[in-house]
């Protein structure tokens, strides 16, 4: 009993080892490597995971391994991102959206985040079902689905990084951002239909399906706009930065918490009030002073939380149980996430006259800026233990690193290459190359 009381850590124990170490590597590949942040911190982490393992595999009676695989027990990497970091990095990433620039996109953000995911769910779902067939698997079909709805949500946060670096024009970068902050809320609604399917066995009627999903998203949108509404008003009618800052706090913590107890869609309403409170409450609620430090105080919080967040991406690999089928099917699963986001683009952005966007080359930086990141993780890791999760998990960790480590490295040099066809999407349109503030 004493032995297992030493080894439990706080949370402020974990969440100390978390940013004392995100802190020291960032440093580290600042000097030495010089990789973009995020992608240095994912490889350090994984290279640290493979690291423990050999040492573990070839050095008896070393406990590093056992040790940091505890921390990460003890941490709950599901819990700690949808529960906790969510909020804050979908608040912050919404907080830079242009609304006005968004409603003229509204149609094509709304197919890709809504038919988009369902169609990139089903494709890789089907394939993926192909693939476990052929490799003699043995568990239930539905299953390939869970998988296929938890790759399907993009990560808004690295890829409007490298938006905006190359100058690409605020109308494409509204689309990126509208899509992947409403994607992660759809994505994670479809995901908790088909796992309640899934782990009960029981036949799941589309129209049920379809009703949870109103109830999920349609909840989470309405708890976002009385959020923010409210949030405006008390903002409006004060000029205190340090109150100001506070009450954004409370919109998302309390907010999230209010969807949490009401099992609707809390990234949604974290979305939806980032944006009324980036525009309407930027725009008309805040002084100049209390606009800079809102806007710090964010950005702040968001680079520490990605920070954070993609170190674990690379930690999390401990947790996979290699065999070569495992392997085989992670590797599988790279083409097949790619070539189902490139037809959920086109059908979403190509079939409707309206819904075509007007710059030329956004299908290709959509489909190569479609980034998977901590959220396709952590609903992997949220799958119950057994052969089905070692499989779904090896898919999501080659989907996400891949994601990080060649889309999100190779995405200015895709942009840049559209620059020298002389593209008009990404020759910039006059404006800013920072998200408008107003």
Same mark, same amino acid.
Request: hydrophobic fraction near 50%; proline fraction near 3%; avoid cysteine.
């Given at each position: 009993m004493h032995e297992e009381t030493a080894t439990m850590l706080s949370a402020f124990d974990i969440a100390a080892l978390l940013v004392v170490a995100s802190a020291l590597l960032g440093w580290f590949n600042h000097h030495f490597i010089k990789l973009p942040h995020v992608i240095g911190l994912t490889v350090m982490g994984a290279l640290a995971a493979i690291g423990l393992m050999v040492v573990d595999a070839l050095i008896p009676g070393v406990t590093l391994y056992d040790q940091v695989t505890e921390v990460l027990q003890q941490m709950n990497f599901t819990e700690t991102l949808l529960q906790?970091?969510?909020?804050? $990095? &979908?608040?912050?990433?919404?907080?830079?959206?242009? &609304?006005?620039?968004?409603?003229?996109?509204?149609?094509?953000v709304l197919l890709l985040s809504t038919v988009g995911v369902i169609i990139s769910t089903v494709l890789v779902g089907a394939a993926t079902w192909g693939v476990g067939s052929m490799l003699g698997l043995s568990f239930a079909p539905i299953w390939y689905f869970v998988f296929g709805a938890l790759i399907a949500p993009t990560d808004p946060v690295s890829v409007l990084g490298v938006l905006r670096e190359e100058n690409v024009p605020q109308s494409l970068q509204s689309a990126v951002a509208g899509e992947s902050l409403f994607n992660d809320g759809v994505g994670i609604v479809v995901f908790i239909i088909l796992l309640g399917a899934a782990v009960s066995?029981?036949?799941?009627? $589309?129209?049920?399906?379809?009703? &949870?999903?109103?109830?999920?998203?349609?909840?989470?949108?309405?708890?976002?706009?009385?959020?923010?509404?409210?949030?405006?008003?008390a903002l409006a009618g004060m000029d205190e930065y340090t109150l100001e800052v506070l009450i954004t706090l409370a919109i998302v913590m309390g907010g999230y918490a209010l969807c949490s107890q009401l099992h609707i869609s809390g990234p949604l309403a974290m979305a939806v009030a980032g944006l009324l409170i980036g525009n309407q409450g930027v725009t008309y609620a805040m002084s100049d002073v209390t606009r800079d430090y809102v806007i710090k105080f964010w950005e702040l919080v968001d680079e520490l939380l990605n920070s954070v967040l993609f170190l674990l991406i690379g930690l999390e690999m401990i947790v996979l149980t290699i065999t070569g089928e495992v392997l085989l099917f992670g590797l599988i699963a790279i083409p097949l996430t790619l070539i189902a986001r490139a037809i959920g683009i086109f059908v979403s952005t190509k079939t409707i006259p309206a819904a075509r966007l007007q710059d030329k080359g956004a299908g290709r930086v959509l489909w190569w800026?479609? $980034?998977?990141?901590?959220?396709?993780?952590? $609903?992997?890791l949220s799958l119950p233990p057994g052969e089905t999760r070692d499989f779904i998990l090896a898919g999501t960790f080659a989907a996400v690193l891949f994601s990080v480590l060649v889309q999100r490295a190779t995405l200015g040099m895709l942009i840049d290459k559209l620059k020298d066809g002389k593209a008009p999407a990404v020759e910039g349109d006059g404006s800013s190359t920072a998200p408008s503030i107003h």
């Open positions: 906790g970091m969510l909020s804050f $990095l &979908l608040f912050a990433g919404a907080l830079h959206v242009d &609304l006005d620039r968004l409603k003229t996109a509204w149609l094509p066995g029981n036949e799941f009627p $589309l129209s049920e399906g379809v009703r &949870l999903f109103g109830i999920e998203a349609g909840g989470g949108i309405l708890v976002g706009l009385v959020a923010g509404y409210f949030g405006y008003r800026g479609g $980034l998977r990141g901590g959220i396709s993780v952590a $609903l992997a």
